[in-house]
T-cell receptor, first 114, second 112 residues
Framework: NAGVTQTPKFRILKIGQSMTLQCAQD?????MYWYRQDPGMGLKLIYY???????DKGEVPNGYNVSRSTTEDFPLRLELAAPSQTSVYFC?????????????FGPGTRLTVL | GNSVTQMEGPVTLSEEAFLTINCTYT??????LFWYVQYPGEGLQLLLK?????DKGSNKGFEATYRKETTSFHLEKGSVQVSDSAVYFC???????????FGTGTSLTVIP
């Protein structure tokens, strides 16, 4: 049981490039989330999904896109990378959406845009 | 709106010292409250949680009590160890459960 996995661990992009951050979970969780963590700041929710085929915006969605074609996978797409997107990105999943449920986090992807 | 404010860091303590990391929150309704811990190079892991007023969450010697009257959820441990060195995040989950709100994190270093 690997939990939540993310690839790559590190990436450097040039301004205007695009990339996809991969996230997968093997816990059969319906709910998945993408956060970004800026230095000295808490985590901010980018997008979330309540099941395959269903996604919704979080607090900071601009510049990102997501898709959820399977229960296991929830990739995050950056179309035109900007320096403001330099951050650490965390994917998370949870069994259900009740406020008492725990979110399980991946190890993160550190992205630098130059 | 919902928000979490936690104690600024970094915090440096000697082994076996008492730890308190303050956390206060603003929320509509009745949120659940969490403490997550992030060890170097890893993702966040749940440390403890409390889902209603006056509940006490506890794990690995850490404790926090959900205080509705002071809107607080302070993290405490009686005797810290070097292995407790990490970043600690306070978080709340609103009653509808769709979103978590995290504090800025408090870095703890425990020296032998």
């Amino acid at each position: 049981n690997a939990g939540v996995t993310q690839t790559p661990k590190f990436r450097i992009l040039k301004i205007g490039q695009s990339m996809t951050l991969q996230c997968a979970q093997d816990m059969n969780h319906n709910y998945m989330y993408w956060y970004r963590q800026d230095p000295g700041m808490g985590l901010k929710l980018i997008y979330y999904s309540v099941g395959a085929g269903i996604t919704d915006k979080g607090e900071v969605p601009n510049g990102y896109n997501v898709s959820r074609s399977t229960t296991e996978d929830f990739p995050l797409r950056l179309e035109l990378a900007a320096p403001s997107q330099t951050s650490v990105y965390f994917c998370a999943s949870s069994r259900a959406v009740e406020s008492t449920d725990t979110q399980y986090f991946g190890p993160g992807t550190r992205l630098t845009v130059l | 709106g919902n928000s979490v404010t936690q104690m600024e860091g970094p915090v440096t303590l000697s082994e076996e010292a008492f730890l308190t990391i303050n956390c206060t929150y603003t929320a509509t309704g009745y949120p659940s409250l969490f403490w997550y811990v992030q060890y170097p190079g890893e993702g966040l892991q749940l440390l403890l949680k409390a889902t209603k007023a006056d509940d006490k969450g506890s794990n690995k010697g850490f404790e926090a009590t959900y205080r509705k009257e002071t809107t607080s959820f302070h993290l405490e441990k009686g005797s810290v160890q070097v292995s407790d060195s990490a970043v600690y995040f306070c978080a709340l989950s609103e009653a509808t459960g769709n979103q978590f709100y995290f504090g800025t994190g408090t870095s703890l270093t425990v020296i032998p």
